[in-house]
């Protein structure tokens, strides 16, 4: 292949040198502000400023950049003579950078590897208007894509304007993949699962890839049988890492634990009342690991649709349809029993998504309350969407209430726009979450035009209760994180405490969130984990944090991630951290030291505070706890279960 000239300094890459960028390290993260620099109100949402392109993918790729992918389409910027469908976010100007990417990214899957490095991969064909198939696969008017199917792109974000995005095709899949699902694994590369390969509304046996591979690639495709049985939705197959080293998969009615080093597969039950991937787009993630539930993922799904296989038609009136308003719960390393939880949601809803924020509540937004994700031509369509009636609502989910008060709505405003099919959300540093997208159409269609559900470049942010609160300013933050090893400590002044030392002390806490790759309702590879840790009241009214490492790699697998100290329900502002070694391979598990006990002076106790109390599982250490009880947690996990051994 030959790429056009315009492309020279990015693409034309050699695959040593691709390699090299893949190996490299991310950049240092430099120290974040006190307090938020952004003024918002706690608990509502604000129009901050443009995307320039519809935010059908994005990520969070420093502190200070999110990156946003759209699909080949007429967008109103540009780059390097066409219409861009890439661009760079400063969250602190709100401007823009447009970027180039060459082949088209429609509804393409992403992960971080190990070493901070962005993947994005597959996608469609080359486009013309309307996003009709264009007669030339490798450029050319109007809008000078290449064919996407196969492509893998590379990021290393930066905050100087410097980073391109690579795709170059010495790096290619050897299969399309439209609809991918990635995950990290343990060792920071990944794991690439499933999709088809020339799209449409849902998935048929001519064209579905019910395979998995590896980046950096590790050979052929493998054959995965729940992909073989799951048709028609079971595009973007849910995928979890688990703490045992598992992946948990759900998709369409069925789900499984797979073993993906052995290539084994244990079917467990359906998943109850509705289906909750794509097409019927569930919100979805896995609940904060923390030292109190011994780092146990249980992973929650809430919404979606209830159709059966036969009924992911186009010949009836889909957008009228309700979704539905369950939430289910399971816990796959211990029970492969779902769990219902309680309560429902207030309204039935397709396209949530969720986003776990540092409080260890979860903000649920986006979606509609009828039809599915996707557009058309139809006669029934909305314009061409195949969903009606936005939920503008924002609900905060606390799994730490009793049940019947987890879902609310209590103090929370309303999204400024709709945010349908193709909007995505992604936690910040200063603990607000950035919100952009919707546009369930083939191509742009201007707010301007009169469209019920038009493309929507706009970015607004949702403050949550806390964000208007003093934040702690905690010193001696580290910029990289191991795995296990000798403690390290966190000092925090008077006036961090937010309050009476006996009381906020013994539960203030140091969390490490992965935000993940949001696309179609779906953070891929969000992860919330508290680490262990004890403390130390100081008669000035001072306190010292006594801090481990990361419990393991596949607690949090390791790559980029943001660490926030939380007291009394506030947490900093993140520091942007490296968690593990920095590279792709094996993670090195150091032996942990025990924690000092836990104290308060006489003088800084409060009634009931207990001196001797901690914020963790206790002064031994939980990451030895995990690592004893890991092996165990994975055989009980799989008792009972019918293994299909691939071919």
Request: proline letters at 7%; hydrophobic letters at 35%; a negative charge.
């Amino acid at each position: 292949m030959t790429r056009p000239s315009r492309r020279s300094s990015s693409s034309k890459i050699s695959k040593k040198a691709t390699v090299a960028a893949v190996a490299s390290l991310a950049a240092v993260p430099v120290a974040q502000a006190a307090q938020p620099t952004y003024k918002g109100t706690a608990g509502q949402f604000t129009l901050v400023g443009d995307a320039g392109v519809s935010a059908q993918q994005i990520f969070l790729g420093t502190a200070n950049k999110v990156y946003v992918i759209d699909k080949t389409e007429n967008n109103p910027v540009s780059v390097a003579g066409h219409p861009a469908w890439a661009t760079e976010y400063d969250i602190n100007t709100n401007q823009i950078r447009s970027m180039d990417v060459i082949s088209n990214t429609f509804c393409a899957g992403g992960a971080v590897l190990g070493n901070g490095t962005w993947l994005n991969v597959g996608g469609n064909q080359a486009v013309t208007w309307g996003g009709n198939t264009a007669a030339s696969q490798t450029g050319g008017g109007p809008y000078d894509d290449w064919d996407g199917g196969k492509s893998v792109r590379l990021l290393n974000p930066c905050d100087d304007q410097s980073c391109q995005w690579v795709d170059n095709p010495a790096n290619y899949l050897t299969t399309r993949r439209w609809y991918p699902t990635l995950e990290t694994l343990d060792d920071g590369s990944i794991i690439i699962i499933g999709g088809n390969q020339w799209g449409g509304y849902v998935n048929d046996a001519g064209q579905n890839n019910p395979t998995y591979e590896f980046f950096p690639s590790r050979g052929a495709p493998v054959g995965l049988n729940i992909l073989n049985d799951t048709l028609p939705a079971n595009l973007f197959p849910f995928t979890f890492l688990l703490p045992s080293g598992n992946l948990f998969i759900q998709t369409n009615w069925a789900a499984e634990i797979f073993d993906y080093r052995k290539n084994v597969e244990y079917r467990i039950g359906e998943i109850p009342h509705s289906v909750r991937t794509y097409p019927g787009s569930a919100a979805n993630v896995m609940l904060p690991l923390t030292p109190a539930n011994g780092y146990t993922a249980t992973i929650i799904f809430c919404g979606g649709t209830n159709l059966q296989p036969d009924q992911w038609t186009t010949n009836w009136a889909i957008a009228a349809y309700p979704a539905d308003d369950t939430c289910v719960k399971i816990t796959p390393d211990v029970s492969q029993n779902w769990i219902d939880e309680g309560e429902t949601l207030p309204d039935g809803r397709s396209m949530g998504n969720f986003i776990l924020l540092p409080d260890e509540t979860l903000l649920l937004t986006n979606g509609a309350n009828t039809g599915t994700a996707g557009y058309g031509n139809n006669t029934w369509a909305i314009g061409h969407s195949y969903a009606d009636n936005p939920l503008m609502q924002g609900l905060i989910y606390d799994p730490n209430k009793p049940l019947g008060s987890r879902m609310s709505s209590a103090n929370m405003g309303k999204l400024q726009s709709e945010r349908m099919y193709h909007s995505s959300a992604v936690l910040l540093p200063d603990g607000s979450v950035w919100i952009s997208g919707s546009n369930p159409n083939p191509d742009y269609v201007s707010p301007d035009s009169g469209a019920k559900y038009p493309t929507r470049t706009s970015v607004e942010r949702f403050f949550p209760a806390y964000y208007d609160k003093t934040r702690p300013d905690p010193q001696n933050l580290p910029t990289t994180i191991g795995y296990g090893g000798p403690s390290w400590d966190i000092n925090l002044s008077a006036a961090d405490l937010l309050g009476p030392m006996g009381d906020n002390l013994p539960t203030a806490k140091v969390v490490l969130i992965r935000t993940g790759f949001s696309t179609h309702a779906f953070n891929m590879g969000q992860r919330y984990v508290q680490l262990n840790s004890t403390y130390t009241g100081n008669e000035d009214g001072t306190a010292i944090l006594h801090v481990q490492g990361a419990p393991s790699p596949t607690i949090l697998a390791p790559g980029p991630a943001m660490m926030f100290v939380v007291v009394n329900g506030v947490p900093s502002v993140a520091q942007w951290v490296m968690v593990g070694s920095g590279q792709i391979g094996n993670q090195t598990v150091n032996p942990v030291t025990d924690l000092p006990a836990s104290s308060i002076p006489a003088s800084q106790q409060t009634s009931g505070n207990n001196s001797s109390g901690n914020n963790s599982s206790g002064n031994k250490s939980a990451a030895s706890k995990i690592d004893l009880s890991m092996g165990a947690m994975a055989l009980c996990g799989l008792v009972g279960l019918v293994a299909a051994r691939l071919l």
